[in-house]
C-alpha cells in the first residue's frame, strides 16, 4: 500500500512537471513564416502594361489564384514570432483582358523604398554636377570595331535592328 501511494505521488509529480515545462518561460519557441514575402522594392519594380510572366518574374508565383477571378492574383504573407503577435501583409494584383498589370491594391503602394528612405533617395535617376559645379568628366570615345572581326558582325547587327515605339502607360489606379 504504502508503494502505490509512493508511486502515484512520483507519477503525479512528474505528469505535473511535463506540463509545466510547455509553457515554461525558457523554452524557445519558433517563428512562423507563410505565404510569399513581397517587399516595396519589387513593388516599385512593377509598371502598368506589363505582361502576367514579367510580373511574376518580379514578385514570383501568387499564394491565391482565384478560379472565378483570373484577373487577380493575390500575394499574402504572415510571420509570427515565436510567442508573439502574428503580423500579416496583403497584396493584389490585377490585370485586364490583355493580361497586362493595370491596377495594385494592399499593404504596398509604389512609391519610395524603404531602401531609398535609409539613404535619403528620392527614388530620381539624375546625374547632377560635380562639387564645385564643374560638369561630369566625359566619357572617352569608342574606336570602331576592326574590319571583319566578331565585334563588326555583332554591331552590324545591332544597327540593323529596327525600333518601334514603346506606349507609355497611364498610372496605376490607387484604391
Known sequence: ????????TSLTFVGLLALAGCS???????DI??????????????????TR??????????????????????????????GGQRQQ???????NESDQLVSLSG????????????????????????ANGEQPAAQPEEKPAKPGSVEESIQREIDTIETTPVPTPAPLETR
Request: charge should be negative.
Open 24 to 30: 515554461f518561460p525558457g523554452v524557445y519557441k519558433i
Open 107 to 130: 499593404d504596398f503602394m509604389p512609391g519610395v523604398s524603404r531602401d531609398q528612405e535609409i539613404l535619403g533617395g528620392s527614388g530620381d535617376t539624375t546625374v547632377s554636377p560635380g
Open 53 to 82: 510572366r514579367q510580373v511574376r518574374f518580379i514578385m514570383g508565383n501568387p499564394l491565391i489564384q482565384d478560379t472565378f477571378h483570373t484577373n487577380r492574383w493575390d500575394y499574402l504573407y504572415s510571420l509570427q514570432p515565436g
Open 33 to 50: 513564416q507563410q505565404g510569399n514575402v513581397v517587399t516595396q522594392d519589387m513593388i516599385d519594380q512593377l509598371r502598368p502594361g506589363m
Open 1 to 8: 500500500m504504502q508503494n502505490t501511494k509512493l508511486l502515484l
Open 89 to 95: 501583409e496583403r497584396m493584389s494584383i490585377f490585370f
